[in-house]
């Protein structure tokens, strides 16, 4: 069973570029929840989403920040008009459901280092 | 401000030696999990604590969940270099969406 799955690992943008990060959650997993990492610093909650839906993105900023998770494919988290302050590690986790005795257990990817230039 | 707070920030121990991480909270939650993440990869869960006064033992190490649900330790006996790493807590407070993470603590076991 792959765990979860994020590309690229590595991305380097210029200033004022878009930047797509892909997020395939674990088999069986309907919950991808995105976060960020600077450096020396804990994971920040961004946006947790179910297929088709955002359930929460109070973590997520309200400009230049989206994220969508389709009924097909993976999820992406995208960031337009990049800036410095956007360089981050950018985690992506999934759960397989919210209930239960599992419900809060997320299991992460290796993460995608964005840099801005 | 965290509403996870993890102690200490930093740790720098000997081989061999035994340690103690705490996540302390003024918040309940409905369970509390920890997570090592080394260099460059993303956290690894390590164990799940659901009931309080919850322990569980993963080898050399040992996690208890406070009886009130609002704590939790790590404990590491005879510390080995492979241990080295950022030690997370994190976990759901009643009420709320997002998984919140403590600031980590930072292990480093010299042999």
């Known amino acids: 069973n792959a765990g979860v799955m994020q590309n690229p690992r590595h991305l380097v943008r210029r200033r004022g570029q878009e930047a797509r990060l892909r997020c395939s959650p674990m088999?069986?997993?309907?919950?991808v929840y995105w976060y960020r990492q600077l450096p020396e610093e804990g994971l920040k909650f961004m946006v947790y989403l179910q297929k088709e839906n955002i359930i929460d993105e109070s973590g997520m900023p309200k400009e230049r920040f989206s994220a969508e998770f389709p009924k097909e494919g993976p999820s992406i988290l995208r960031i337009q008009q990049v800036v410095r302050g956007d360089s981050a590690a950018y985690f992506c986790?999934?759960?397989?459901?919210?209930?239960?005795?599992?419900?809060?257990?997320?299991?992460f990817g290796p993460g995608t280092r964005l840099t801005v230039l | 401000t965290q509403l996870l707070e993890q102690s200490p920030q930093f740790l720098s121990i000997q081989e061999g030696e035994n340690l103690t991480v705490y996540c302390n909270s003024s918040?309940?939650?409905?369970?509390l999990q920890w997570y090592r993440q080394e260099p460059g990869e993303g956290p690894v869960l390590l164990v799940t604590?659901?009931?309080?006064?919850e322990v569980k033992k993963l080898k050399r190490l040992t996690f208890q969940f406070g009886d009130a649900r609002k704590d939790s330790s790590l404990h590491i006996t005879a510390a080995q270099p492979g241990d080295t790493g950022l030690y997370l807590c994190?976990?759901?407070?009643?009420?709320?969406?997002?998984?919140?993470f403590g600031a980590g603590t930072r292990l480093t076991v010299k042999p």
């Open positions: 918040s309940v939650f409905s369970s």
């Open positions: 604590v659901v009931t309080g006064g």
């Open positions: 088999k069986g997993h309907s919950h």
């Open positions: 994190a976990g759901l407070p009643y009420n709320n969406n997002d998984m919140r």
């Open positions: 986790a999934s759960s397989r459901t919210r209930t239960g005795r599992d419900a809060d257990t997320q299991y």
